[in-house]
Protein backbone atom coordinates (compact mmCIF):
# COMPACT_ATOMS: atom_id res chain seq x y z
CA UNK A 1 0.00 0.00 0.00
CA UNK A 2 1.27 3.30 -1.26
CA UNK A 3 1.47 5.73 1.78
CA UNK A 4 1.24 9.89 1.44
CA UNK A 5 2.21 11.71 4.19
CA UNK A 6 2.42 15.79 4.08
CA UNK A 7 4.17 17.97 6.33
CA UNK A 8 5.09 21.92 6.88
CA UNK A 9 1.84 23.19 7.10
CA UNK A 10 1.08 25.62 9.91
CA UNK A 11 0.56 29.41 10.97
CA UNK A 12 1.48 32.17 8.46
CA UNK A 13 0.88 35.94 7.99
CA UNK A 14 -0.84 37.40 5.21
CA UNK A 15 1.99 37.74 2.59
CA UNK A 16 4.23 34.83 4.31
CA UNK A 17 5.34 31.96 2.99
CA UNK A 18 5.34 28.52 3.85
CA UNK A 19 6.62 25.38 1.59
CA UNK A 20 4.52 21.89 2.12
CA UNK A 21 6.24 18.42 1.73
CA UNK A 22 4.75 15.00 0.51
CA UNK A 23 6.66 11.98 1.00
CA UNK A 24 5.21 9.21 -1.63
CA UNK A 25 5.95 5.48 -0.24
CA UNK A 26 6.80 4.11 -3.41
CA UNK A 27 9.48 2.87 -5.82
CA UNK A 28 7.89 3.82 -8.72
CA UNK A 29 7.35 7.35 -7.22
CA UNK A 30 8.65 9.07 -10.90
CA UNK A 31 5.51 7.84 -12.86
CA UNK A 32 3.19 9.37 -10.60
CA UNK A 33 0.98 12.41 -11.47
CA UNK A 34 1.11 14.28 -8.20
CA UNK A 35 -1.18 17.16 -7.06
CA UNK A 36 -2.06 19.34 -4.17
CA UNK A 37 -5.84 20.01 -2.90
CA UNK A 38 -7.30 21.91 -0.56
CA UNK A 39 -10.16 22.01 1.43
CA UNK A 40 -11.45 25.33 3.37
CA UNK A 41 -14.06 25.13 6.19
CA UNK A 42 -17.84 24.80 4.38
CA UNK A 43 -16.34 24.13 0.64
CA UNK A 44 -15.66 21.82 -1.17
CA UNK A 45 -12.28 20.34 -1.86
CA UNK A 46 -10.32 22.05 -5.01
CA UNK A 47 -7.57 21.12 -7.18
CA UNK A 48 -4.70 23.79 -6.60
CA UNK A 49 -1.41 22.78 -8.30
CA UNK A 50 -0.03 19.86 -10.42
CA UNK A 51 2.73 18.04 -11.72
CA UNK A 52 3.04 14.98 -14.25
CA UNK A 53 5.88 12.78 -14.51
CA UNK A 54 7.17 14.92 -17.02
CA UNK A 55 7.23 17.63 -15.06
CA UNK A 56 4.51 19.83 -16.59
CA UNK A 57 2.40 21.85 -14.11
CA UNK A 58 -0.55 23.01 -13.73
CA UNK A 59 -2.30 25.50 -11.15
CA UNK A 60 -5.74 26.95 -10.38
CA UNK A 61 -6.23 30.70 -11.50
CA UNK A 62 -6.52 31.63 -7.77
CA UNK A 63 -2.88 30.34 -7.09
CA UNK A 64 -0.71 31.18 -10.30
CA UNK A 65 2.25 33.38 -9.83
CA UNK A 66 2.07 32.82 -5.83
CA UNK A 67 2.61 28.85 -5.56
CA UNK A 68 4.67 26.40 -7.05
CA UNK A 69 4.43 22.66 -7.14
CA UNK A 70 7.86 20.97 -7.67
CA UNK A 71 9.06 17.35 -7.52
CA UNK A 72 12.71 15.46 -6.15
CA UNK A 73 12.13 11.85 -7.77
CA UNK A 74 15.20 10.90 -5.93
CA UNK A 75 13.65 11.45 -2.40
CA UNK A 76 10.31 10.66 -3.71
CA UNK A 77 8.81 14.28 -2.65
CA UNK A 78 6.60 17.00 -4.05
CA UNK A 79 6.50 20.06 -2.68
CA UNK A 80 4.42 23.12 -3.00
CA UNK A 81 6.08 26.48 -2.36
CA UNK A 82 3.22 29.27 -0.82
CA UNK A 83 3.69 32.65 -1.45
CA UNK A 84 2.41 35.90 -1.09
CA UNK A 85 -0.27 34.00 1.40
CA UNK A 86 -3.39 35.66 1.62
CA UNK A 87 -6.38 34.59 4.34
CA UNK A 88 -7.98 32.91 1.68
CA UNK A 89 -5.68 30.07 1.61
CA UNK A 90 -6.29 28.72 4.79
CA UNK A 91 -7.66 25.34 4.41
CA UNK A 92 -6.64 21.70 5.01
CA UNK A 93 -3.92 20.70 1.79
CA UNK A 94 -4.15 17.31 0.70
CA UNK A 95 -1.22 15.63 -1.42
CA UNK A 96 -2.62 12.87 -4.11
CA UNK A 97 -0.59 10.65 -5.77
CA UNK A 98 -2.09 8.65 -8.78
CA UNK A 99 -0.88 6.22 -11.23
CA UNK A 100 -3.47 3.84 -12.48
CA UNK A 101 -4.46 4.11 -8.48
CA UNK A 102 -5.05 7.18 -6.27
CA UNK A 103 -3.65 7.70 -3.10
CA UNK A 104 -4.40 10.93 -0.39
CA UNK A 105 -2.78 12.02 2.54
CA UNK A 106 -4.51 12.98 5.64
CA UNK A 107 -3.63 16.47 5.17
CA UNK A 108 -1.92 19.23 6.71
CA UNK A 109 -3.57 22.81 8.40
CA UNK A 110 -2.24 26.29 6.77
CA UNK A 111 -3.57 29.24 8.23
CA UNK A 112 -3.15 32.51 7.01
CA UNK A 113 -3.66 35.40 9.81
CA UNK A 114 -2.44 38.46 10.98
Known amino acids: QVQVVESGGGLAQPGGSLRLSCAVS????????LRWHRQAPGKQRELVAS???????NYADSVKGRFTISRDNAKRTVYLQMNSLKPEDTAVYYC????????WGQGTQVTVSS
Open 96 to 103: NAAYFSSF
Open 26 to 33: TSIFSSYT
Open 51 to 57: ITRSGDT
